[in-house]
Every structure is written in structure tokens, then in C-alpha cells.
């Protein structure tokens, strides 16, 4: 399980992927408690998803995710704009 903020999931972790996706309710949330704000934002990238498939998605930069006693900072999260993520 992961935390940001209120938000606890349970997450797969793919070691070969360099950022974590969210899906848009997430990124709303994220948004509503101040985790991600204007400062975050480090713009627009493309990404090759596991399946081939090219998306567009917005970039932040966030701190405190905590998985059990850890917390990490300093970890890019990215919302893909046409890929539906399932959640």
C-alpha cells in the first residue's frame, strides 16, 4: 500500500517504469489537498506505455509517499491523458 495524503491504494510497482501514473480522480484529489500545486508541475512528456501505446501526460513532482515506515520524496507522478487507467 502506498499514501499520499488521504489517498491509500495498493499499487503495483513496475521497477522498470520511471513514474508513477494516477488516474484523474486521483490527480483531482491530489489537487483538492494541496499535494499537487502550480510549484509541482514540471509540464508535458510522452511516454510509452507497457503495451507500445504513445501517451501525452502531465508531470508533477511530489514528497512524503509513504509505503509502510517508509517515506519517500521527491517522486514523479504522471496523469496520461488518453489512457484509461483502471480505478
Given at each position: 500500500k502506498l499514501k499520499i495524503g488521504s489517498l491509500v491504494q495498493v499499487w503495483l510497482f513496475d521497477t522498470g517504469a520511471s513514474d508513477l501514473l494516477i488516474t484523474k480522480?486521483?490527480?483531482s484529489l491530489l489537487k483538492n489537498e494541496n499535494i499537487?500545486?502550480?510549484?509541482n508541475y514540471l509540464g508535458i512528456g510522452e511516454y510509452e506505455m507497457a503495451n507500445?501505446?504513445?501517451d501525452t501526460c502531465r508531470?508533477?513532482?511530489?514528497d512524503n509517499?509513504?509505503?509502510g515506515k517508509f517515506?519517500?520524496?521527491?517522486?514523479?507522478i504522471v496523469?496520461?491523458?488518453n489512457i484509461k487507467i483502471p480505478g
Amino acid at each position: 500500500k502506498l499514501k499520499i495524503g488521504s489517498l491509500v491504494q495498493v499499487w503495483l510497482f513496475d521497477t522498470g517504469a520511471s513514474d508513477l501514473l494516477i488516474t484523474k480522480d486521483m490527480e483531482s484529489l491530489l489537487k483538492n489537498e494541496n499535494i499537487i500545486k502550480d510549484e509541482n508541475y514540471l509540464g508535458i512528456g510522452e511516454y510509452e506505455m507497457a503495451n507500445g501505446m504513445i501517451d501525452t501526460c502531465r508531470k508533477y513532482k511530489i514528497d512524503n509517499i509513504k509505503m509502510g515506515k517508509f517515506s519517500v520524496n521527491n517522486i514523479r507522478i504522471v496523469y496520461p491523458r488518453n489512457i484509461k487507467i483502471p480505478g
